[in-house]
């Protein structure tokens, strides 16, 4: 079955940028997300990028998609105490739209 | 416009009570997904409801669990029984179609 893989952990300091790596399975993914969740709080859609691109910039965010690799990264510039958080790599795909197949999440760490 | 929203936000509940959990997808959006996310656990798909398609119950984790839908909108999670490991955040998300899926705040269910 679909399967999404992501490290569990990242510390960087404060005003570095940070890299989240993410690879998955399912070829035919369509669209693939990146969520967050703050300590008790429920999934933040931050960004998502269809599976036809290969990069996505929003703000201090940017997204990249290599397809043949199956691999996602999430890159946080200029990173805040405030972006502490787990991020949720997550794609839906032709043989599961009606899904989403979440990676384990990546608990970013910032240190001032 | 509001997103999804879900009630109660935080419920307590004795072992072998029954209890409800509400979601309020955004408006016009067809599909409807329940997650459950428990302690130290990524997500778990649990239910799905696309239009007025048989929903897909093929991640309920056993009989006690069960799902509708009214009036193509609102959703009702009901847990029969419940057993301390059902102790979880309940997620509940929707979107147009097999477009991109947003996450209410959750429902955090205790079970003492």
């Known amino acids: 079955g679909e399967d999404v893989e992501q490290s569990l952990f990242l510390s960087v300091r404060e005003g570095d940028s940070s890299v989240i790596n993410c690879t998955y399975t399912?070829?035919?993914?369509?669209?693939l997300y990146w969520y967050k969740q703050e300590p008790g709080a429920g999934l933040q859609l931050l960004t998502y990028?269809?599976?036809?691109?290969d990069m996505k910039q929003d703000q201090r965010l940017t997204v990249l998609l290599n397809k043949k690799d199956k691999h996602l990264s999430l890159r946080i510039a200029d990173t805040q105490t405030g972006d502490s958080a787990i991020y949720f790599c997550?794609?839906?795909?032709?043989?599961?739209?009606?899904?989403?197949?979440f990676g384990p999440g990546t608990s970013l760490s910032v240190i001032p | 416009g509001a997103g999804v929203s879900q009630s109660p936000s935080n419920k307590v509940t004795e072992k072998g009570k029954d209890v409800e959990l509400r979601c309020d997808p955004i408006s016009g959006h067809t599909a409807l997904y329940w997650y459950r996310q428990s302690l130290g656990q990524g997500l778990e798909f649990l239910i799905y409801?696309?239009?007025?398609?048989?929903?897909?119950k093929s991640g309920l984790p056993s009989d006690r669990f069960s799902a509708e839908r009214t009036g193509g909108s609102v959703s009702t999670l009901t847990i029969q029984r419940t057993q301390q490991e059902d102790s979880a955040v309940y997620l509940c998300a929707s979107s147009l179609d097999r477009g991109v899926k947003y996450f209410g705040p959750g429902t955090r269910l205790t079970v003492t």
């Open positions: 409801f696309q239009g007025n398609s048989a929903p897909d």
């Open positions: 997550a794609e839906t795909g032709e043989t599961s739209y009606d899904k989403v197949i």
């Open positions: 990028i269809f599976s036809n691109m």
């Open positions: 399912d070829s035919s993914s369509t669209y």
